[in-house]
């Protein structure tokens, strides 16, 4: 789960060259690069579906006494205050590469926003699956 918080991490802080919101992008390259091929855009239910996801996770954190990497990571109220993380090295190739390091968002607080601000937006192939 780490590394999957990492590329969420990572890819929230991704310029889109679809020129949409990064958060409405359907589909990513396992690198964390976004999809740039034709493709139904904006689906705005992967935010709703990853803040899930992180939700459940950040639970396990608290319940084992680690709420501090959870604000520190996962959710903060100040949606301002970009944090620095580093990448897990997923996709990077072999291990022990020198490890990148990005600016990010706490992913759920970004993610929730995202839905409301957007739950009334036109959204293709809403819920899909």
């Not at 939700?55 to 903060?76: H, P, W």
């Not at 949606?79 to 990077?92: C, R």
């Amino acid at each position: 789960m780490p590394h999957y918080v990492s590329w969420v991490l990572k890819v929230q802080g991704t310029s889109d060259p679809n020129n949409i919101d990064v958060r409405g992008e359907p589909k990513f390259f396992m690198d964390g690069r976004v999809y740039n091929g034709p493709w139904g855009r904006p689906q705005n239910d992967g935010p709703a579906l990853r803040a899930i996801a992180l939700i459940n996770y950040a639970n396990q954190l608290i319940a084992k006494g680690r709420m501090q990497e959870v604000k520190d990571t996962l959710y903060s109220t100040d949606l301002n205050k970009p944090v620095w993380s580093q990448d897990s090295g997923f996709g990077a190739g072999r291990m022990g590469e020198i490890q990148r390091r990005f600016i990010c968002f706490h992913g759920i607080k970004f993610d929730l926003e995202y839905v409301a601000h957007q739950w009334q937006q036109t959204s293709f192939d809403l819920w899909e699956e």
